[in-house]
């Protein structure tokens, strides 16, 4: 099987989990009904973004993630019918006291195949990630399904190569971000281009480097602070790009859109034979990679 | 000093190698005159593109990188007159039977400060530099001069984020990248700006990632194949970006030009600050990145 339809389901929150739940689970429904065969969401998609701001009270929002899991259970059920790979990103309750930022995995069969837990946790200004969420300590991932081998990362880890080769390395011939990025209404006039190219050009240019396709799926809309200090624009956009690093579909910067697109798996043979990068690798002189700095 | 203006020297190569490396040179001193206080050249800058098939009488070409050499000696003067910084491309004989495809950086003093062998090299139609240059061993370099500090890669590298992840660990402000990339005619109509797309791209997301400045330079104009097999069409466009990966300054795509551009290296810093990814780096986790594959 070398062409799959793929499925971005990119959409606004509001305050209501229930509402969010529902709308998405809706649309997930619709992509699923419409031959998509990966589907995944956005970044936290029951919630708005709460790490805004560091408050004790959002950890509420937390649930272990497992087979009895009401939204798994509910996703499981879309997944089964429509056979379906469904990426849900959630907010993992693993133990008292230790939470993550997880995608989990559900294959074709409904079946939860396995979870991935971000490993790279921002914390910036309307960006307190630090504060939620332990650092994933299941390394990278990828989950070999009957449409592809899919590496999940999560947001905050798309700026980092490490991250995408590994995942790459791992095998994926797609690597799915679900993702929660925007800008800052004080500084998107100055820097809000900026942000957004180099945003899409480092995952862009993932895709050349390893001869895969990159899918981003982020959230639309603006959400203010819960503390009243300004808000985030969310700047959708999600897209998915081939492995030369050219978008092919690409959501608006502000409507709630199911994205799907066909892609090609058989483009990443053709393309790593013309451009054998990984025939090249010099792993005899990487080792230092692993160092903070090299003083 | 902050500001600093760095020139890319782009043209083209007949088969007189003594023309080749005239032009060159008052290239580099015009670009010296005018103020340029780090000068780089396009790869291998005295020949022709050679390796476009396997001959043994290519190797007169190369040449023992040291002091004593006349283009070293030569570039000396200009470096040491203007007080520029001069990274030169050049094929490196090391020893009976060893070649290196390398860079040798003259500092503002006129001092040979090192040399850089290219790591990764390629084998591709009409690039076959497998069969010219032995992979380099002396690991990723940075040289630090009085106008920053100056990572050194060579072309095929340019598709390795660890290459200039490695590089900028070791405190790269800038990644210069003396290249030489072209179409093949049988090609160009279908995938030539596919080609140029991801070269472009991924050098750019170089940039992002390691929040520091990427400059590739590279040759122009329509080079045959010595055995009559078509031949390459260089598509310059020799380019300089800035850290959020923005390309500030692009060369034409077939004519020589000495770009010259002044850059502000406190973006660094500043871009760094806000973006702090080699904070969040998870090192505990990239240990597999020496693996050729994770099976």
Redesign the interface.
Known sequence: MDKVAIALIQHSCSEDIKENEEKALNMIETAAKNEAKIICTQELFKTRYFCQVEDWDYFKYAEEINENNETIKKLSKISKEYSSVIIASLFEKRAKGIYHNTVALINEKGTLAGIYRK??????PHFYEKFYFT?GDL??KVFKTKYGNIGTLIC?DQ????????TA???ADIIFYPTAIGWLPEEKEEYGE??Y??WE??????A??NGCYVVAVNRVEFEPSPDGNSGIEFWGQSFISNP???IIKKASVNKEEILISEIDLKMIDETRI?????R???????????????D
């Open positions: 490993m790279h946790i921002p914390d910036d650092p390394g990278y905050w700026w980092y190569p490490e991250a995408a080769r590994l390395l791992k095998g900026s942000q190219n180099a050009t480092v995952q862009r240019g993932h050349v480097a030369y690093g050219e013309v451009w054998p990068f990984f090249d690798r010099r792993i005899d002189s990487y080792q230092e990679i692993t160092k903070r700095w090299i």
